[in-house]
Antibody
Framework: QVNLKESGPALVKPTETLTVTCTVSGYSLNNTKMGVSWIRQPPGKALEWLAHLFSNDERSYSTSLENRLTISKDTSKSQVILILTNVDPTDTATYFC???????????WGQGTLVTVSS | DIQMTQFPSTLSASVGDRVTITCRASQTIYSWLAWYQQHAGRAPKVLISKASSLESGVPSRFSGSGSGTEYTLTINSLQPDDFAIYYCQQYSAYPRSFGQGTKVEIK
């Protein structure tokens, strides 16, 4: 059974870099079917897809954020990492990671980690 | 990029009602559409895949339909646990995209 769990700082200052980590269990990141996406949700707002890491290490990014985002993995730790640079208060959100399956739907999801950007 | 327009944004209904939520894509997505349910403070849960396939364990009162650019989620005989926010998501192309969500609230 695949399980994902996000972790990261609760508070980040404007202009700083945000790093959130998704720890995957029950499935190997080396598996050819194991792709992971990051999705965020500002408080009270809709879901926003951010980035995807394919099993072959290819990446895809949100068009509006691609110049600030980097997604990568540490296979030895079974982790997928998302880096967002130069944050501002509009980046305040719960950040979710989710496995992509069935051609691209998301299941399962992690519980999410709330990151607040404030000075 | 494919834009997903979902409506209504809010829907007031009573237990036992039948409700329908619509999602429209800015270009054809060939039925590569999923529907999710999200309760407050929880991660989304997938209900429907490939526009109309009910996911394992999801009650049969949920159904999906549509093709091309227009898709619907129908909930027959609304139950108390169904009051939540629903999102559509296209997975026809990258970047992936979600609809703006529909809040189903108690009338």
């Amino acid at each position: 059974q695949v399980n994902l769990k996000e972790s990261g700082p609760a508070l980040v200052k404007p202009t700083e870099t945000l790093t959130v980590t998704c720890t995957v269990s029950g499935y190997s990141l080396n598996n050819t079917k194991m792709g992971v996406s990051w999705i965020r949700q500002p408080p009270g707002k809709a879901l926003e897809w951010l980035a995807h890491l394919f099993s072959n290490d290819e990446r895809s990014y949100s068009t509006s954020l691609e110049n600030r985002l980097t997604i990568s993995k540490d296979t030895s730790k079974s982790q997928v990492i998302l880096i967002l640079t130069n944050v501002d208060p509009t980046d305040t959100a719960t950040y979710f990671c989710a496995r992509s399956r069935g051609g691209g739907l998301f299941d399962p999801w992690g519980q999410g980690t709330l990151v607040t950007v404030s000075s | 990029d494919i834009q997903m327009t979902q409506f209504p944004s809010t829907l007031s209904a009573s237990v036992g009602d039948r409700v329908t939520i619509t999602c429209r894509a800015s270009q054809t997505i060939y039925s590569w559409l999923a529907w999710y349910q999200q309760h407050a403070g929880r991660a989304p849960k997938v209900l429907i895949s490939k526009a109309s396939s009910l996911e394992s364990g999801v009650p049969s009162r949920f159904s999906g339909s549509g093709s091309g650019t227009e898709y619907t989620l129908t909930i027959n005989s609304l139950q108390p646990d169904d009051f939540a926010i629903y999102y559509c998501q296209q997975y026809s192309a990258y970047p992936r995209s979600f609809g703006q969500g529909t809040k189903v609230e108690i009338k």
